[in-house]
């Protein structure tokens, strides 16, 4: 989403990092630069401003000009104001209220309100939660519908009590819920502008019927600096207790993301990253402020990694791999896995320093998705053994899977030649670590695998460089055939 006002960041930086001394005239044109990438981002005019004035303050002073690294500290400068002006920390959801905790969920139509709704209920319901989602959309046609059909796809029951009054739908939808015990209750209301008075006069209403814990204002990431006066609009007729960001995987430039909260005052809650029930993320403005100024996200990453995988799963991966006993179908499941983090283009974005390689993600996105067709096309016995394929069965994979001979010829090469590397590490003892992983792998001794054998003739990393395997006697020099042939004379 950033990555267009992040290259403009980097730019704008790259001028003055590795400098010795910064001048005020340096340090303006800078901040000038950063200007304009923010109203090019659809940032408000206004945030742009404060956020400038908050940087120029430090910027211009004593702190940079004398600084040992300039450069690097006007980039501190600008993380910290910046992330002051996302909000200085994530905000929560509220969880401490009497049962059953209401959130009302508002906004303009064609927010994301309803897929919004869908994914909150899920967030409450994962923590354990019982949940009721409330239809009371009733100006859209198909929109009782299509919460209906969400709430099948994650499990959530959806009252829906006529087309008439919303008013009463959800006094009645709070009566069930009480009665039934429930933990959440989650209103999906009617799309609705804020110079409607009408439809804003009965949104009041209902606030008064519900008396919700949280009313969360959703909020198109694409609409720009017009997200401050859709805010602003709706904050006039009904108390707000925070944003929800819509479509923030989409193209939009970021504007509405760096403006709500210091426009208005209302912290961001939640981000939506997707179109899936659980694509939906706590805001954390640290993050995205590391993000914007192409520092990378790596707890995110984390966070993501642990949702998608399986530890158990993880550390039976793990041991076939040492073993050499894993086999196509195990990449495909790796594959799925990473799939459910998000493109590799969102992943390398949360890695700091690995900006430079966005330009091949799409490329391996396509390698990827066109490996996965070939294994889709092979037999069970060929994902098992791809030693069995031959000639005739390269054919009919390629062209099952719309790929050439040669692609999957190389497939198989590649997969047998990492077959052979872990099979060469596991015999050599070597120990394979991760950062933040204790002991190499999950599950296995921090020494490697017990009574591992050496390996063959190959130098491994970490490892003490060529083995020869045991009882082989070592070959003598070759006799060059010079002196070959003055013997034989």
Same mark, same amino acid.
């Given at each position: 989403?950033f990555e267009s006002?992040t290259?403009?960041?980097e730019?704008?930086?790259d001028?003055?990092?590795g400098?010795? %001394?910064l001048s005020e005239r340096q340090?303006?044109?800078t901040?000038?630069?950063?200007?304009?990438?923010l109203?090019e981002?659809?940032?408000?005019?206004?945030?742009?401003?404060?956020?400038? @004035?908050?940087?120029?303050?430090?910027?211009?002073g004593?702190? &940079?000009?004398k600084?040992?690294t300039?450069?690097?500290?006007?980039v501190?400068? &600008?993380?910290?104001?910046?992330? +002051? /002006?996302?909000?200085?920390?994530a905000?929560?959801?509220?969880?401490?209220?009497?049962?059953p905790?209401t959130?009302?969920?508002?906004?303009? $139509? #064609?927010s994301?309100?309803?897929?919004?709704?869908?994914?909150l209920?899920d967030?409450h319901r994962?923590?354990?939660?019982s949940? !009721?989602?409330?239809?009371?959309?009733l100006?859209r046609?198909?929109?009782v519908?299509?919460? $209906?059909e969400?709430?099948?796809?994650?499990g959530?029951?959806?009252?829906e #009590?006529? %087309?008439r009054n919303?008013?009463?739908?959800?006094?009645?939808?709070l009566?069930q819920?009480? %009665?039934?015990?429930l933990?959440?209750?989650?209103?999906?209301?009617?799309?609705r502008?804020?110079?409607?008075?009408a439809?804003?006069?009965?949104?009041?209403?209902m606030?008064r019927?519900a008396?919700p814990?949280?009313?969360l204002l959703v909020? @198109?990431?694409?609409?720009?600096?017009e997200?401050?006066?859709?805010a602003?609009?709706?904050?006039?007729?009904i108390?707000?207790?925070?944003?929800v960001?819509?479509?923030?995987?989409?193209?939009?430039?970021?504007?509405?993301?760096i403006s709500?909260?210091?426009?208005?005052g209302?912290p961001?809650?939640?981000v939506g990253?997707? +179109?899936g029930p659980r694509?939906?993320?706590v805001?954390?403005?640290?993050?995205?402020?590391?993000?914007?100024? #192409?520092? #990378?996200?790596? !707890?995110?990453?984390i966070?993501?990694?642990?949702?998608?995988?399986?530890e158990q799963?993880a550390?039976?991966?793990?041991?076939?791999? !040492?073993r050499?006993?894993f086999?196509?179908?195990?990449?495909?499941?790796?594959?799925k896995?990473?799939?459910r983090?998000g493109?590799?283009? +969102?992943?390398l974005?949360?890695?700091?320093?690995?900006?430079?390689?966005?330009?091949?993600? $799409?490329?391996?996105?396509?390698?990827?998705?066109r490996?996965?067709?070939?294994?889709?096309s092979m037999t069970?016995?060929?994902?098992? @053994?791809?030693?069995?394929?031959?000639?005739?069965r390269?054919r009919?994979?390629a062209?099952?899977?719309?790929?050439?001979v040669?692609?999957?010829?190389? !497939?198989?090469?590649q997969f047998?030649q990492?077959?052979g590397?872990?099979q060469?590490?596991?015999r050599?003892? /070597?120990r394979m670590?991760?950062?933040?992983m204790r002991?190499?792998f999950p599950?296995l001794?921090?020494?490697?695998?017990?009574?591992a054998?050496?390996g063959?003739?190959?130098e491994v990393?970490?490892?003490?460089?060529r083995?020869?395997?045991?009882g082989r006697?070592?070959?003598?020099?070759?006799?060059p055939?010079k002196l $070959?042939?003055?013997?034989?004379r």
């Open positions: 989403m006002l290259d403009r960041f730019a704008a930086f001028r003055i990092r400098r010795g %001394r340090v303006e044109e901040l000038g630069e950063v200007r304009l990438a109203l981002a659809d940032v408000n005019q206004e945030v742009a401003d404060r956020l400038l @004035d908050r940087i120029r303050v430090r910027a211009v004593a702190e &940079v000009i600084s040992v300039p450069g690097q500290q006007v501190k400068i &600008v993380h910290e104001s910046l992330l +002051e /002006t996302l909000g200085s920390e905000v929560p959801l509220v969880t401490t209220a009497s049962k905790l959130t009302l969920v508002v906004g303009l $139509q #064609g994301g309100k309803t897929t919004t709704a869908a994914k209920a967030h994962r923590s354990g939660k949940v !009721l989602m409330v239809a009371a959309d100006a046609p198909g929109a519908e299509q919460l $209906q969400l709430g099948e796809r994650v959530i029951p959806v009252f #009590g006529g %087309r919303p008013v009463s739908v959800v006094r009645n939808a009566r819920a009480e %009665r039934e015990g933990d959440v209750v989650v209103v999906d209301t009617a799309g502008l804020q110079i409607d008075r439809l804003m006069t009965e949104l009041g209403a606030a019927a008396s814990d949280e009313v909020l @198109d990431a694409m609409t720009g600096q997200s401050v006066a859709v602003r609009g709706f904050s006039e007729q108390d707000l207790t925070g944003v960001l819509s479509k923030l995987d989409s193209d939009a430039r970021g504007g509405a993301a709500v909260r210091e426009a208005t209302h961001i809650k939640l990253t997707g +179109e694509d939906l993320e805001f954390h403005p640290e993050r995205m402020a590391s993000r914007i100024l #192409g520092m #990378g996200d790596v !707890l995110t990453l966070e993501r990694a642990e949702e998608a995988v399986d799963q550390a039976d991966m793990a041991q076939r791999l !040492l050499a006993e086999t196509l179908d195990d990449y495909i499941e790796q594959v896995s990473l799939r983090m493109t590799m283009g +969102e992943l974005g949360m890695i700091p320093g690995a900006r430079p390689a966005l330009a091949d993600a $799409q490329a391996v996105d396509r390698e990827v998705r490996s996965e067709a070939i294994i889709c069970p016995a060929e994902r098992a @053994d791809p030693n069995v394929i031959d000639g005739s390269r009919r994979i062209q099952g899977s719309g790929s050439s040669q692609d999957v010829a190389g !497939l198989v090469r047998n990492m077959r590397m872990f060469s590490l596991s050599g003892g /070597t670590a991760f950062p933040g002991g190499g599950g001794p921090a020494g490697g695998l017990p009574g054998l050496p063959p003739s190959m990393p970490g490892g003490r460089g083995r020869r395997p045991a006697s070592k070959k003598k020099p070759r006799t055939k $070959q042939k003055k013997k034989k």
